[in-house]
C-alpha cells in the first residue's frame, strides 16, 4: 500500500462552530475511504470540500449524537446518488437499534447496507490492513479504532545478490516472491520484514491505559482534547481528556505524531497547542480540510498539510458539476 491520509472533515467539540464541523475523520488508503464518525453536516463538509467519496465503511465510536447525527443524511444521499454497491457500518453495541429509531437499517435501503456490531478486540480486514477496535474510557459503549497496515517485506540488497551470483531480472523476480534461486535463499539477500503504518483514533475518552496500550508506535495517534488544563475536573466528570492528558498519553505510548480534535470553541486554539506542546512536542490541531500524510518510515515522518483555498472551491465545483450532470434521481422526479 502507498497512501496513507488522515483527512480531518469535522474537528469539534459537540457544538458545531463556524470553523469546526462535528467530529468525522476520512482515512484514504490507495483506493479505499475509510469514515470515522460521521457527526451532523459531515456529507456536507465533505461536498465543500473534496467531494463526496466513495466510502468503502463507516466506523463509529460511539453513539452520542454529536458522532453519528449524519449517519441518515448521508445513507439516504448515497442512496439518491445511484449506490450500487454494499456499504458496511460498524460501530459498538447498541448501533443497529439506535439507527433503526431514525429509520436507518439493514435491507432498508436501495444498496446493501451491512450494520456490524463491534466489541473490543475484533478485526475487521481489508487488502493489506486491517481496522481493530478497543475499549476507551466514555460514557456508555464507546470504541476505539487502529488502523494497522500489514508488514512490508524487507529490502532486496542488489549489491549481495550481485555477490551470489544473482543478476537476472527473472531470478531477483523469483526471490522476491519467496524462492530461493539455486543455492541462493531470499533470506540471504532480502532482509527483515518492515513494520507496517499504524493509526489510533480514539474517539471520545478519558485518558486510559487502553489508548495507550493501543498507541504504542503509531505513526500517528487522534486523540480527543475537549478540555485545557483549568477544566480537568470537569474533564474527569464528564470521561473526556484535557489537551496535556492527551499529550501525555503520546508520550507515553511514543507516537510520531499527536493530532488533537473534538476542539472546544470555549478555548483559543493557541492555549490548546501550548499545553499539550508542553509535554509533546510533536502536536498538532488540525483544522477541517487539513489533512495528515503518513509515508513509509524510510521516506519521513508523518505531516500536516493545510488546504490551498482555492484548490478546495475547484475540487468542490468540479463535483457539483459532476452531480448536476447525472440529473435528478428517480424519486426525486
Known sequence: MDQIELFFVGTGGSVPTPRRGLPATLARLDGDRLLFDCGEGTQRQLIRSIGLPDLGAIFLTHLHAD??????????T???????????????????????????????????????ELEA?????????????????????????SLVEADRPGRFDPQRAAELGISGGKEIAALVAGESVGAVSPQQVIGEPRAGRKVVISGDTAPC??????????????????????????????????????????????????????????????????????????????????????P???????????PDDVAVEQAAAAHFAEAADEGPAESDK
Open 67 to 76: 458522532h453519528w447525527l449524519g449517519i441518515p443524511g448521508l445513507v439516504r
Open 78 to 116: 448515497l442512496e439518491l446518488r445511484g449506490r450500487e454497491k454494499p456499504l458496511d457500518l460498524y460501530g459498538p453495541g447498541g448501533t443497529a437499534r439506535q439507527l433503526a429509531a431514525v429509520g436507518i437499517a439493514s435491507g432498508k435501503t436501495g444498496y446493501e447496507l451491512n450494520i456490524v
Open 121 to 145: 478486540g475484533d478485526a475487521v480486514e481489508f487488502g493489506g490492513y486491517e481496522v481493530e477496535a478497543f475499549n476507551v474510557r466514555h460514557r456508555g459503549a464507546a470504541l476505539g479504532y
Open 209 to 294: 491505559e487502553m489508548v495507550e496500550a493501543a498507541a504504542s508506535g503509531a505513526d500517528v495517534l487522534i486523540h480527543e482534547a475537549t478540555f485545557a488544563d483549568e477544566d480537568s475536573e470537569r474533564a474527569g466528570e464528564t470521561m473526556h481528556s484535557t489537551a496535556r492528558q492527551a499529550a501525555e498519553v503520546a508520550a507515553a505510548a511514543g507516537v510520531a505524531m499527536l493530532a488533537l480534535t473534538h476542539i472546544s470553541a470555549r478555548y483559543p486554539v493557541r492555549q490548546i497547542v501550548e499545553q499539550a506542546e508542553a509535554v509533546f512536542a510533536a502536536t498538532v490541531v488540525p483544522r477541517d480540510f487539513d489533512a495528515v500524510a503518513i
Open 296 to 306: 513509509v518510515a524510510e521516506k519521513g515522518v508523518p505531516r500536516l498539510a493545510r
